[in-house]
């Protein structure tokens, strides 16, 4: 289909934001993926690095701006980089560390001069309730993918995910199997299931449930439990029903597209997988709503910062929605949650958002960046207490 992509995790970005130093370079734009479009993509970059500077020098005008900017620079000129762009790009840099993401989705063209990275965009893709994973299985190989409403794109699997049935079961591999392989393919359409009694067909049936016993743990452990997503099953109808028996994954979605992804295009993948997350996405951030207003009639609930911000620091959040392309400028004191208004355009602004969200999450909540026409308030948050 495509190249394989190694996309942002909550892991990396929790490394990112431990090592920040002030002050903080944070740029976001649209990228395009291909040909011509994605030519003008380094003029733009080249414009926001200049806008970046500009706020660099009146914020910060004792610090010496050029280390900081000649990474973005070399990145401009890096010709190779913008030829295989995805849809956005976000590039965060400062005094000890400069790191560049490409993303599954669109975003804004935004420059944040501040004491700390600006990472509601990234939190927007890592928390958003449309991404998925989809587990492509058969004989042969099995594919991970990963997209959103937006795109979808084939990742590599962990280490320790088995890719294919020899190697998910190598000597203890029987004799049918064992002579396909030798001739070059064990599974897919071309070796079909066995479901009879006795013989080379049992053996088959037992190598085949095994291999998937293998790939559902391993998936399980190295995918689903760390990033937390559904995971929709791409697979013919016979090897669908095998999986389903075994598995003991609960992140397995009831749906599932019954085909070999190979004879897919990307396109296709992505539009037919949509089809199938949408109607769960929805039914999703309904409930959420739902369960935000309860507790607000509850007094367990708030979409006004101010008492948000303490009650975040307290660890009372247990689910904060944050309106997606929305900032509050201001100041938030992780300490005690007392949060101070700015102007957007007064030096060394915050996110208060941005900032809330983080603080949420170090305290055990759950913090989940919501679509504008599907926020449950006007206010760009709302949070529901455990207490």
């Not at 089809?275 to 039914?283: C, D, K, R, S, T």
């Not at 999703?284 to 910062?305: I, K």
């Not at 030096?347 to 504008?372: A, F, H, R, Y």
């Not at 599907?374 to 529901?384: D, H, K, S, V």
Request: with cysteine; charged share 25%.
């Amino acid at each position: 289909m495509t190249e394989k992509i190694a996309l942002i995790t909550s892991e990396l970005l929790a490394e990112v934001l431990s090592a920040q130093q002030s002050p903080c370079l944070s740029l976001y734009q649209p990228a395009h993926r291909h040909h011509p479009e994605n030519q003008r993509d380094p003029i733009r970059f080249r414009n926001l690095v200049k806008e970046m500077e500009a706020s660099l020098r009146q914020k910060y005008p004792a610090i010496e701006s050029e280390p900081l900017l000649a990474p973005f620079e070399a990145l401009a000129h890096n010709r190779d980089f913008w030829n295989h762009t995805l849809d956005g790009l976000a590039v965060l840099g400062g005094p000890n560390q400069f790191r560049v993401f490409n993303l599954q989705r669109p975003v804004a063209e935004l420059v944040v001069v501040a004491d700390s990275f600006h990472t509601k965009p990234l939190l927007r893709f890592l928390q958003s309730a449309d991404r998925y994973q989809i587990l492509g299985l058969s004989l042969d190989e099995i594919r991970l993918f990963e997209g959103n409403r937006d795109a979808l794109d084939e990742i590599d699997p962990a280490p320790g995910v088995p890719c294919t049935i020899t190697e998910a079961l190598g000597d203890e591999l029987s004799e049918p199997y064992r002579t396909a392989a030798s001739h070059g393919g064990v599974g897919g359409e071309s070796t079909p299931m066995h479901h009879g009694h006795g013989g080379k067909s049992d053996q088959a049936d037992s190598d085949t449930e095994r291999f998937f016993r293998a790939v559902d743990g391993a998936v399980l452990e190295h995918h689903s439990r760390p990033s937390g997503l559904p995971l929709m099953l791409a697979a013919l109808p016979q090897h669908t029903a095998v999986f389903r028996q075994i598995s003991h994954n609960p992140f397995l979605m009831a749906g599932e597209l019954n085909v070999n992804p190979d004879g897919l295009s990307l396109e296709e993948f992505c539009e037919r997988a949509w089809g199938i997350v949408e109607p769960q996405y929805l039914a999703r951030l309904t409930t959420l709503a739902d369960e935000f207003e309860q507790a607000r009639s509850n007094g367990l609930g708030s979409d006004d910062v101010a008492q948000v911000g303490p009650a975040a620091a307290s660890g009372k959040v247990a689910t904060l929605l944050i309106e997606a392309d929305r900032r509050i400028a201001g100041r938030l004191d992780s300490a005690t949650g007392l949060v101070e208004l700015e102007d957007l355009t007064h030096p060394q602004t915050d996110d208060l958002l941005d900032d809330l969200g983080e603080l949420v999450g170090k305290m055990g909540g759950q913090m989940i960046v919501v679509p504008s026409e599907l926020m449950p308030t006007r206010t760009g948050l709302a949070a529901t207490y455990r207490y």
